[in-house]
Nanobody
Framework: VQLQASGGGSVQPGGSLRLSCAAS????????MAWFRQAPGTQREMVAE???????NYGNFVKGRFSVSRDGPKNTLYLQMNDLKPEDTAMYYC?????????????WGQGTLVTVSS
């Protein structure tokens, strides 16, 4: 499975970005997908996720500013980020876990950089 993330860039505080993550390859219908982020010197943290039961969860820091969605037939995950703050600056990674044959298969995308600065 390959995960291709895109949509990062540089914006001013208060701006918006929309990230996309397209999954391709030998994918399974029972899966979870998520966005994580990691700033220099910090641990990777979950931003937003769709669980295998299609439940949506957000990191505590999101506070209503971000919205995650997915296009099932296209196996694409989106993250709409509004009201961006300098502390949102990080590399954003797409993550996927497939469930099949009693096993779990995890994949990471290459990351897309988000920079929020005035």
């Amino acid at each position: 499975v390959q995960l291709q993330a895109s949509g990062g860039g540089s914006v001013q505080p208060g701006g918006s970005l929309r990230l996309s993550c397209a999954a391709s390859g030998s994918i399974f219908s029972v899966n979870a997908m998520a966005w994580f982020r990691q700033a220099p010197g910090t641990q990777r943290e979950m931003v937003a996720e769709f669980t295998k039961w299609n439940r949506i969860n957000y990191g505590n820091f999101v506070k209503g500013r971000f919205s995650v969605s997915r296009d099932g037939p296209k196996n694409t995950l989106y993250l709409q980020m509004n009201d961006l703050k300098p502390e949102d600056t990080a590399m954003y990674y797409c993550y996927r876990k497939d469930y099949a044959f009693g096993a779990e298969y995890e994949y990471w995308g290459q990351g897309t950089l988000v920079t929020v600065s005035s």
